[in-house]
């Protein structure tokens, strides 16, 4: 099976690491430097982008996964994790990674809608129940990578999955229902390359 490190300082990682054991693959839970081992693929969770930001920097893993993941490691990234891998956030002042050339609002929902599910299609497809918890959506892809960046889904006019090269970013959460395509789609993109 495939080895996956889960980002596990914060957020909605167990998860993650369920169904991915769910589909074969062994995890290894990232909570320190020396965890970043071997791997054949990468998952940042959801959570708060703010606080994992500042944790990656304290515990020393920031610098490594930002390599790896410029050199090609492949990452499904889901919500705070989008929001950890984009260039550009217009609501807020930093910058994590920046590997993903893409403008995101952060509590993109607002208020009222903090919290719902929808349907909508993937990458054409099949439709996907998605679960928005206080989202981002991607409000601009970068001009310097308009041919590059992959729209996979889209919700009410607004851009809630990406693919840019070797980066899945989702604005909502596949790891909390049963269904395991959107992991399985990500898997198949690593053994694909
Ligand atoms: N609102 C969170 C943030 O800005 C993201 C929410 C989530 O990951 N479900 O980081």
Known sequence: GLKIGV????????EHKRMLESLGCECVELRRKSDICDLDGLVL??????????LLREL???DELKERI?????VLATCAGLILLASHIS???????GTLPVTVKRNAYGRQLGSFEATARFD?????TMTFIRAPYVEAIDDSAKNDVHVLAEYDGKIVGVQ?????????HPELDDDTRIHERFLEMISAN
Do not use: H, R, W
Request: hydrophobic share 40%; no cysteine; aromatic share 18%.
């Open 164 to 172: 840019y090269k070797n980066q899945i970013g989702l604005a909502f």
């Open 70 to 74: 410029a050199n090609g490691l492949p």
């Open 124 to 128: 054409n497809s099949f439709d996907f």
């Open 91 to 97: 609501n807020d002042d930093n910058v994590y990674f």
């Open 7 to 14: 980002l596990a300082v914060q957020g909605a990682f167990i």
């Open 45 to 54: 969770p959801g959570g708060e982008s703010t606080v994992q930001g500042k």
């Open 60 to 62: 020393d893993m920031f």
